[in-house]
Each structure stands twice: as structure tokens, then as C-alpha cells.
């Protein structure tokens, strides 16, 4: 078998099939994210959350946003129903930006620990993780590897691995959102599959590194939360067994078609 990942297109290969990508599967999931895209398209007529804002700020929005509605032109309200129906795309789209950004860094930061370089001063925004990972990993072992499963049919990229002070490897994935969900460590079951089962690959599918030891914790650092703290479990068969569901599930509402 070869693997191998067309950059161009963002599509696993394997022997020149496109496999599932493993950040796909976590679709089947109803996600808080649901909530969050129609609170933008509301805000657009002047709702704000009230367990987020104090009740004078909802009070001005909802009056400032009736005013603005009750003005507007016939041509102007589609206009303002178009903004609100793609208010979350947009948002989506500039956090994706950012979050490529924040991806680099801590991309540049693991790989500098690996080599045992001196570390370069990174980013304010992910320092929780530096100071976070000083006290708590013994060494870095992968950045951005790849990774696959031939029996699921799916195919990934894992932004970290590492060793803990315990001894126990991790999977750590870092994620744009203000907590940490449960489709995410889902999703890093996902990748602690496949790494265990056929090792971790460069790009090209060249270069292969394989694990001493199983998987025993999964870690989500959430850098959207106001307070950045890596969340862990340790259940690893149960979010294992919950992504091999979510393949199940994905291919029977066929969403790889």
C-alpha cells in the first residue's frame, strides 16, 4: 500500500484512492457550532446572547436592530437577509485565516523542540502551551504527521504527538473554538488509530515513524477560550469505538458521496 497526500486538492491517497479524511467524519455529529452560526445570522437584526452580554447592551441591540429593519427598502432587507444567511461562512473563513496562522507557530515551536533548537519567541497567543507544555511533556515526537487506516477507509494529518512526563503518548490537536468538544476528541481517537495501527508518514508517504507504545490520552487546546487550558481524556477505547461509529454512520448517510 502507498500513501501519499495531494496538497493541491487536500486528499489522502491510498494506492491513488481518495480516502475519508478523518476531520470529515466528526460531521455526523451535531456540534454546539450549530447554535453559534445562528446567533451570527440573528445578531444581524440586532439579538445578542443575554448569558453573554448584560441585559442594557441586549436591550440597545435589539432597538438599534429594530430601527435599522423597520427602515430598510424592500431590495435592503434581502440584502441584510443574504448577509445573515452567510454571517457564519464569513466568520469561519477569517478565523481560518487566523487559525492557519496560529498553526504555523505551533507548528514551527513543535519542530524546534524536536530538534532541540533554541525556541525562537513565538506568539503571544499560544504561550499557555509553551508554559503548559514545559511542565508537562517530556518530548515531542511528531508535528503535522500523516496518517491512515485501510479497514476504515480514512486518512489524516495530526498536528502533535507527544510523550507526557508519565510516560503515556498523546495525541494533541489544536483547535480555533472556545472549548473543547467532544467531536474533537472523536476526531483525535481517529488519528491515535490509525498512528497505532500503521504508523506516521511525511507527506509523500516516504518517511515513516513508528509508535513504541500505544496511545493512552487525547488533548484538545482550545486557543479560542479566554483561558487557554489543554483538555484531556484518557478513556481512549470509548472515543476510539465513537469514532469507529461515526465512520459507520458517515458512510450509511453517504457523505463521501
Known amino acids: 500500500m502507498k500513501y501519499e497526500f495531494n496538497n493541491k486538492e487536500h486528499l489522502h491517497l491510498l494506492d491513488g484512492q481518495p480516502l475519508t479524511g478523518t476531520s470529515s467524519i466528526g460531521n455526523v455529529l451535531a456540534k454546539p457550532l450549530t447554535w453559534w452560526a445562528s446567533g451570527l445570522a440573528c445578531e444581524?437584526?440586532?439579538?445578542l446572547n443575554p448569558k453573554k452580554h448584560t441585559p442594557e447592551s441586549v436591550k440597545t441591540a435589539l432597538q438599534e436592530g429594530w430601527e435599522r429593519v423597520k427602515g430598510l427598502s424592500l431590495e435592503a432587507y434581502e440584502k441584510l437577509l443574504g448577509e445573515a444567511y452567510k454571517a457564519h461562512s464569513v466568520k469561519l473563513k477569517d478565523?481560518?485565516?487566523a487559525g492557519?496562522?496560529?498553526?504555523?507557530?505551533?507548528?514551527d515551536y513543535v519542530k524546534a523542540m524536536m530538534k532541540l533548537k533554541p525556541v525562537r519567541k513565538y506568539d503571544e497567543k499560544i504561550q499557555p502551551f509553551i508554559d503548559w507544555a514545559d511542565e508537562n511533556v517530556k518530548r515531542f515526537i511528531a508535528s503535522e504527521a500523516h496518517c491512515f487506516d485501510e479497514e476504515l477507509w480514512v486518512?489524516?494529518?495530526t498536528d502533535c504527538v507527544a510523550e507526557l512526563n508519565d510516560g503515556k503518548l498523546a495525541i494533541i490537536d489544536f483547535k480555533s473554538s472556545k472549548e473543547a468538544y467532544t467531536n474533537q476528541f472523536i476526531?483525535?481517537?481517529?488519528y491515535a488509530i490509525q498512528a497505532e495501527k500503521n504508523g506516521l508518514f511525511s507527506e509523500d508517504g516516504n518517511h515513516s515513524k513508528k509508535l513504541d507504545k500505544p496511545i493512552e490520552a487525547l488533548i484538545?487546546?482550545?486557543f479560542g477560550a479566554d483561558?487557554?487550558?489543554p483538555s484531556i481524556r484518557y478513556e481512549i477505547e470509548a472515543y476510539k469505538q465513537g469514532f469507529r461509529n461515526c465512520v459507520g454512520l458517515y458512510r450509511l448517510l453517504g457523505l463521501d458521496k
Open 44 to 47: 444581524k437584526f440586532g439579538w
Open 95 to 97: 478565523s481560518a485565516e
Open 100 to 107: 492557519t496562522d496560529l498553526h504555523a507557530e505551533l507548528e
Open 155 to 157: 486518512g489524516g494529518i
Open 187 to 190: 476526531q483525535a481517537a481517529g
Open 220 to 222: 484538545i487546546v482550545p
Open 227 to 229: 483561558k487557554i487550558e
